[in-house]
Nanobody
Framework: VQLQASGGGLVQPGGSLRLSCAAS????????MGWYRQAPGKQRELVAL???????NYADVVKGRFTISRDNAKNTVYLQMNSLKPEDTAVYYC???????????????WGQGTLVTVSS
């Protein structure tokens, strides 16, 4: 199983970016999917989570600016980021709890990370 993240880049303050992360491989079911980020010199932190049913949870610092969504048919999670601030600069990682076969416990997989830089 692999998670492939894309969509990072350089954007000016106030701008927008959309991240994508697709899970592929031997997948029976994908449970919760999420986005985390790690800024230089800081610990990795949760940005947003979404369950297989579509329930969402956000870090307070991104509420109202970021939106997480998913396409279950494509095993893909998205993060729409609006009103970006310099403090949003970080490497963004996706993760997913994936069941590879019936009666097998979920395993958490991580994507490779995509860099988001917010700067003028």
């Amino acid at each position: 199983v692999q998670l492939q993240a894309s969509g990072g880049g350089l954007v000016q303050p106030g701008g927008s970016l959309r991240l994508s992360c697709a899970a592929s491989g031997n997948i029976f079911r994908v449970n919760a999917m999420g986005w985390y980020r790690q800024a230089p010199g800081k610990q990795r932190e949760l940005v947003a989570l979404i369950t297989s049913a579509g329930s969402t949870n956000y870090a307070d610092v991104v509420k109202g600016r970021f939106t997480i969504s998913r396409d279950n048919a494509k095993n893909t999670v998205y993060l729409q980021m609006n009103s970006l601030k310099p403090e949003d600069t970080a490497v963004y990682y996706c993760n997913a709890d994936i069941i590879r076969a019936m009666l097998v416990v979920p395993t958490t997989y991580w994507g490779q990370g995509t860099l988001v830089t917010v700067s003028s």
